[in-house]
C-alpha cells in the first residue's frame, strides 16, 4: 500500500492527482480508466478540501492499494466534520439542468463510476473507499 498524507488544500490537488497517476501508470491502467480515476479522486478531493475543516485547515490522507492486477483500492482520510458523502440523495438527472438543485452531480458521478465505494466514520475520521477495476 502506499500512502500520501497532504494538507487539505485545493491547490494541492495536483500533488495528489500525481500521485494517483503514478502509481496507475506502473500497473499499466488504460487511460480511459485513468481519466476515470483522475475525475473521481478530484470530486473526492476537492470535497475534503472545502468542507472537512470549515473554517479550518486540517490534512487528508490517500492510501492507495491494488487489489489484484487489474483492480485499485483509493481510500480518503480526514479528520474533519463527520460526513457521508454516499448518504446524499442521487440527483434527478431527468430534470434539466434549470430544475434541478445544485449540488450532488459530483458524489452521483462518483458512485456511477465506482465497481464499490464505502464510507464509515472511524476513530474520528473520514473515511472513504473508492474501489475501481481496470
Do not use: H, W
Not at 500521485?19 to 488504460?30: G, H, S
Not at 466534520?81 to 458524489?107: C, F, M, Q
Request: with cysteine; net charge negative.
Amino acid at each position: 500500500m502506499k500512502e500520501l498524507t497532504i494538507d487539505a488544500k485545493v491547490d494541492n490537488l495536483d500533488r495528489v492527482l500525481e500521485f494517483i497517476d503514478a502509481i496507475l501508470e506502473e500497473n499499466e491502467c488504460d487511460m480511459k480508466t485513468q481519466v476515470q480515476i483522475d475525475v473521481c479522486v478530484e470530486e473526492i478531493f476537492v470535497n475534503i478540501a472545502n468542507y472537512a475543516y470549515t473554517p479550518g485547515e486540517g490534512e487528508a490522507v490517500i492510501q492507495v492499494e491494488v487489489l489484484d492486477p487489474r483492480a485499485l483500492s483509493i481510500t480518503f482520510k480526514d479528520k474533519g466534520v463527520p460526513y457521508n458523502p454516499l448518504a446524499k440523495e442521487d440527483p434527478d438527472i431527468t430534470l434539466s439542468a434549470d430544475e434541478r438543485p445544485i449540488g450532488g452531480l459530483g458524489i452521483f458521478m462518483v458512485k456511477k463510476s465506482a465497481d464499490d465505494i464505502s464510507y464509515e466514520y472511524k476513530d474520528d475520521q473520514n473515511i472513504l473507499t473508492y474501489i475501481k477495476k481496470f
